[in-house]
């Protein structure tokens, strides 16, 4: 308990003494001077400027409420300014924040008094100064769009009218304030008994003259220590930051308002104060600034255009890395880039950095896309979260699968919220494993929320530039900190995916917005490579579709992490983009050749397909190439389909069935068994509440627990045309499981095709597979490739990673044989001690206590394949993620294809510059490849891009060579 008091109360808990004195002395800063009036508008949605009812109006004491969390507000204030008051201050109190506007509507100022887990006090108390008020007529008339959204991480607590009034400011008592809290953090941090003690005394002394009335006296003892200069040969580069989430323990349209309130914020600072410098690094937020406020954004360039305000990072949002597909990552970079360049006009010099600090692990196929994306620097500092191990650097670079790397620096501290003191500071070099560099970045200001620095950042940052007892401070922009770091020896290298040892829960949680997504992200493909064989241009079209889904790929959105609005409200914008993009589709399928009426398969992945497929009550066989369309063929009648008693067979495979629905024996053609312990037996955990983080974490202790394992209440068995049918129905406490364990013919892969009715409250659904052929690696699929880890659990290292991330398919094999487990929309996994484990739900109840609840289909399914493989399970996972589009009299030969299997076309698009068709295919095998790519698309010239489509050199169609996981981007245009 008295951690989670220091934790919350901060600095109050820890100097109790020094936090009683600062009250004190915060009482003769601000003197009031002047009344004013207050009126408010409630409303449980925000109400734009121009549409105030003004009519509506009532008066409004200090103490009272305008609603609860997330309910909206308009303050009036109104009043005069007393005759013969200099440079007054409008005082406003609220519990929340607020937008201040004139009357004309133009913003003025944000307020905020968002209380955060160990916040310094305030000068003013509960009150906040509103700055740039025009006084001038001589009378106060504002209007302030107020909001409260929560208790620190709670959603709780109303929002809360305290007052507001003319005061005048003792700058004096006003600098004493600051100056003494500025020496108490130094004290109480230092390891240097004897500064500490010095500072004590100074500190004492400036007391005693504070007591006597002495203000200038107390600052005057405070002045010798404050000049004594830093003797550290150590830098920090300090840039002002406010992380705004979009949308976590609030919804979208009130991130719209806290970028307003940040962004406004953050300029009058940079009015107030000279060489301080903000960053700001998701353009969307520009963009709703742009359409909402123009007036604000006006200001918001001429500050880029002074390089007071850094535009830091690529990316449309910052997005989560593990989730999102690799062409989702792509346009993170391509849309967020373009809107840079053509709003700021900036170059691609000065787009070099990707800013993620908050992102839940980060893949191992991101520096090859950083790379080709223009970006060779990489900000984070998520992996100060590691539950477990220490990352065993700050400052390093880092290698992706391929071998690319990028520049990687952490700020040492562990936050993007630094509150820029000297606990902070000092922390930072302690566990700076890279201290020899001499520099490294300090991200302060309030965040989460928005708001960026503050009066407390600021009055701090301004004494401790030169400061004995701490390291030098400079305000610095990222990219100058970037620059100065290449020219380093930084000599720390670290190979693979950056995983966090902490929020594994997040590839799972809300498995509805992980489905939706997976179907949206198709969608695009689908629609892309549709205007691209038809010769459409589909920028205009669908860049704001792009957009759209990008934004939902922030990383409190697509892992499932926000209050239940945003889930509903996610879901209905996926499902929203699906429908447009089907009308999208069924337009351009309209242009395609056709020839009759006979029934077709078009194929719009880059794998060969030879399936069956159910049209009404009758099945066809379905032979088709990439990209291509082929009439449907009767489907052959398969006597050897069995579905009899405990097993099911299709001449291929023979699965016999245990008590539990469990596979306890698969044997292949030749005899082989590929089932060690059971395959498919679903499992229910314990997935007790993690605090605060419920959503995200997983508790490791499950392992330690015995699982309860699933029965079925009932079971029947069935041919179906090709397929071998078994049904089971499990029922266990409110919930309901229907699954469908389908054998095709012709066919190696098992499919799971399941419903579930799902009513639990902490607890976790699995589906284990043990197999025969188990190595001591598994191979999960991440973007444009796959990662090899562990499944062993040697060291600490390995035992923390035991919940892992893949996409379609995980594997592992032995020189004997190798088996995989696929999946059409789950991202969580185990791979350790024999075991594959797919991770099917959750049930967490913070922040929203309905996660998961309800209705759940998706398909999951394993295959045997030959050791060293992958060519079958890569192609089955695009089969069962990609569904044949049925289509009459669709006639298309094979619009791309590359004649090496392992090396897969993964988008066709018209190309970003509106001539041609870009062609992006990638190495999925891990290992060098030389291929052709044939294709009727007409050009003149064939050119290697990057991933933003700027030309690197000429590209022979009939060699290809790629290295192991290598994208490579084609452009076909004629010229």
Known sequence: ???????????????????????????????????????????????????????????????????????????????????????????????????????????????????????????????????????????????????????????????????????????????????????????????????????????????????????????????????????????????????????????????????????????????????????????????????????????MRAAVASRRLELQGSFWVETDTNLPGGESLVRQAVVGRRFLQQEFGLTDDELRLCWLPDTFGYSGALPQILRKSGMDWFQTIKLAWNKVNNHPYRTFHWAGIDGSTVLVHMPPEGDYNSRAAADGMLLGLKRNPERDLGTALLVYGSGDGGGGPGEIHLELTSREHDLRGLPKLEYSRADDFFRELETLDVTHRFDGELYLEAHQGTYTTNAEIKKHNRIAERKLHEAEALAAITDRPARDELEQHWRDVLLQHF????????????????????????????????????????????????????????????????????????????????????????????????????????????????????????????????????????????????????????????????????????????????????????????????????????????????????????????????????????????????GPVETAQFEICAHKWIATDTPEGGFAVLNDSKYGHRAKRGLLSLTLLRAPTFPDKTADRGAHSFAYAFRPFAAGDLTSVIGDGYRLNNPLRIEPGVSLGSFAATSDPGVIIETIKPAENGDGVVVRMYESLGRTAVTALSTPIPHTRATVTDLLERPQHPADLDRLELGPFEILTIHLEQT
């Open 1 to 299: 308990m008295r951690r989670y008091a220091e934790w919350l109360l901060g600095f109050t808990a820890q100097q109790p003494r020094e936090f009683r004195r600062l009250l004190r002395m915060r009482r003769g800063i601000y003197r009031k001077v002047g009344s004013l009036h207050a009126e408010v508008v409630a409303s449980a949605e925000p109400i734009p400027f121009d549409e105030i009812p003004h009519g509506a109006f009532r008066p409004i004491r200090p103490g009272d409420s305008w609603g609860g969390v997330l309910e909206c507000a308009w303050l009036r204030l109104t009043g005069e300014v007393p005759e013969g008051v200099e440079r007054p201050y409008v005082m406003l109190g609220i519990r929340g924040e607020g937008l201040v506007y004139s009357p004309g509507g133009e913003i003025v100022d944000a307020v905020t008094t968002v209380f955060q887990q160990g916040d310094l006090p305030h000068s003013a108390g509960r009150f906040r100064p509103v700055r740039h008020v025009d006084f001038s007529s001589g009378r106060v008339d504002l209007y302030a769009d107020v909001a409260h959204n929560g208790f620190i991480i709670y959603p709780v607590g109303r929002g809360r009218f305290h007052g507001a009034h003319l005061a005048v400011r003792d700058d004096a008592a006003f600098g004493l304030y600051y100056d003494y809290l500025t020496l108490t953090l130094l004290a109480h941090a230092t390891d240097d008994a004897t500064l500490s003690r010095e500072l004590r005394r100074s500190l004492d002394a400036a007391w005693s003259d504070f007591e006597a009335g002495d203000i200038r006296g107390a600052r005057a003892v405070l002045a010798v220590p404050l000049a004594h200069p830093s003797t550290d040969d150590f830098a920090y580069s300090a840039v002002g930051h406010g992380h705004l989430d979009m949308a976590w323990l609030w919804p979208l349209r009130e991130t719209q308002r806290k970028a307003a309130r940040t962004y406004s914020r953050a300029l009058a600072t940079i009015d107030d104060h000279p060489g301080y410098i903000f960053g700001t690094s998701q353009p969307q937020q520009m963009l709703w600034m742009k359409e909402r406020h123009p007036d604000l954004y006006r200001r």
């Open 555 to 794: 990383h409190d959105i697509l892992p499932g992490t926000s209050i239940a609005r945003v889930t509903r409200e996610t879901v209905a914008e996926f499902t929203r983009i699906a429908a447009e993009l089907d009308d999208y589709a069924d337009a351009r399928l309209g242009e395609l050749p056709h020839s009759g009426e006979e029934l077709a398969a078009l194929n719009l992945t880059g794998v060969p397909r030879d399936e069956h497929v159910r049209v009404g009550d009758a099945w066809f066989r379905a032979r088709v190439d990439p990209y291509a369309a082929a009439t449907l063929e009767p489907a052959d009648a398969h006597p050897e389909l069995v579905a009899d008693g405990d097993r099911l067979g299709n001449g291929s495979l023979t699965l016999t069935f245990g008590a539990t629905g469990e596979i306890v024996s698969c044997l292949d053609a030749t005899g082989t068994e590929h089932a060690r312990d059971g395959l498919n037996r679903l499992v229910l955990h314990r997935d007790p509440y993690q605090w605060p983080w419920d959503a995200w974490d997983i508790d490791q202790g499950y392992l330690r627990r015995r699982p309860r394992v699933l029965r079925p209440a009932t079971v029947s068995s069935a041919v179906d045309g090709p397929t071998a049918v078994r049904t089971h129905v499990f029922r266990f406490g409110r919930s309901r499981i229907e699954q469908r364990v389908i054998l095709e013919a012709g066919s190696d892969l098992v499919r799971f095709e399941t419903r579930v009715d799902w009513h639990e409250s902490h607890r976790m659904l699995r589906a284990d597979f043990r197999p025969t052929h188990y190595g001591d690696t598994s191979k999960s699929e991440i973007q444009f490739g796959h990662i090899e880890r562990p499944t062993t659990e040697n």
